[in-house]
């Protein structure tokens, strides 16, 4: 049968989507079809995808990517992809072996998916109705009993029309209000569909995450058996993105810069400045305002701030490094309604995209007091960053 990976993702999950596709293809040295759910990629990605033979299809964000994508998905598998093997995986996984096992596992579950448990010491909370409360319980406790953990997420597979068919029920679930639509609600309705007698829970390789993982030598392994096993995807999950051997990018640096190479991606050209002009120990709401006179100087044109010009950058603005969420008041991120993010490390070293100059141009000076008095003046690097979350820019290490 022919094989379909795919996966979602929005324009701030661009760095680790170009991971994504490039560890599929280099490292996992996979030549079936890659189709990306678009949920806001900007121009460069999707041409980017295209030079990468990846196809994408535009969806509508209707909120809570995390579970209206399988209703997305469960449409397309139906109307494109009825006769293959289909393997869904997170924007923030990377592949550093072979996916054959996987598709191999799905072949001999040919009536049911295959999916793969979460960390040992997580079991997935209840996100539906009260009335199905104790069955739910009964039914994760069982599937913990077997395999170790409950249902994880990030990585489903099986033949396309099986994958089609829980994901409508998945939508059922929304549409009738047994789903609430919030982080994690993914999650908690795989577990309450999943199907002991036809699924297999047997996918830990293909979606290896955090304490049941071990690097060794350059490469992660699985340690959820007795024994290591190398692990073929590697799932990095929210605050493992702070752990910069995990990334994909840092592992296998040169392997990234010779296929965006290969595609022909730069850079836009970027005017270099020196700094900011503003005292490196000024206060922080003269350091942002610093920031927005700048942008507002130089609209219509990237920046590079201390640095050359990076060969290519993903987010919108690029960074040389980021200081862990640990350092400040990661509560804040909850106080304004965005996930917690790592924090830009060096304000004086940055790349800024035309874009993100044109979106920072037009900050208004007041709001900039009012974050900063809101966060009791907090560090230069935190409120930035908080300033570029406020406005949707996306950011990641400069390649």
């Known amino acids: 049968m022919k094989r379909l990976v795919f996966t979602s993702a929005s324009a701030d999950m661009t760095i680790m989507l170009a991971e994504w596709v490039v560890s599929l293809r280099t490292l996992a040295r996979f030549t079936g079809e890659i189709l990306v759910l678009d949920y806001g990629l900007n121009d460069t990605v999707v041409r980017a995808l295209d030079a990468w033979s990846v196809r994408t299809i535009k969806c509508i964000d209707r909120g809570c990517i995390v579970c209206t994508r399988y209703i997305d998905a469960a449409e397309v598998l139906v109307r494109d992809y009825s006769s293959h093997l289909a393997a869904h995986f997170d924007a923030d996984i990377w592949f550093q072996r072979s996916l054959d096992g996987l598709f191999e596992l799905a072949q001999r579950h040919v009536e049911g998916c295959v999916f793969a448990p979460d960390v040992k010491w997580f079991t997935q909370p209840f996100h539906g109705i009260p009335d199905n409360a104790v069955a739910y319980a009964a039914k994760v406790q069982e599937i913990r009993r077997r395999f170790g953990g409950t249902i994880q997420g990030g990585m489903s597979c099986g033949p396309a029309l099986n994958l089609a068919r829980r994901y409508s029920e998945f939508a059922d679930m929304i549409r009738d209000g047994r789903l609430k639509q919030e982080y994690g609600a993914d999650q908690f309705a795989l577990n309450w569909l999943f199907n002991f007698e036809k699924d297999s829970a047997e996918g830990h390789l293909w979606n290896c995450i955090g304490a049941d993982t071990v690097l060794d030598e350059g490469v992660w392994h699985s340690t959820r058996t007795h024994s290591k096993h190398p692990a073929a995807a590697i799932h990095v999950v929210g605050m493992l993105r702070n752990e910069t051997t995990r990334l994909f990018r840092n592992l296998h640096t040169q392997t990234l810069i010779c296929e965006l190479a290969g595609i ?16 490196a120990d000024a206060a922080p709401a003269l350091a942002l305002a610093a920031v927005i006179i700048t942008c507002r100087k130089h609209r219509g044109s990237a920046i590079a701030v201390g640095m050359p010009a990076p060969r290519a950058v993903f987010g919108d603005i690029g960074c040389t490094s980021m200081v862990l969420l640990s350092h400040g008041n990661a509560h804040y991120w909850d106080r304004l309604g965005l996930p917690r993010r790592p924090h830009i490390q060096h304000p004086n070293k940055l790349y ?12 208004k000076l007041e709001e900039i007091w009012e974050l900063c008095q809101m966060f009791e003046q907090n560090w230069f690097d935190f409120m930035l960053t908080m300033l570029c979350a406020q406005r949707s820019l996306s950011w990641g290490l400069i390649v």
């Open 352 to 363: 800024l995209s035309a874009k993100a100059v044109q979106v920072l141009a037009e900050a």
């Open 264 to 279: 022909g991606l730069s850079s836009d050209p970027a005017l270099m400045l020196n700094g900011w002009g503003v005292e």
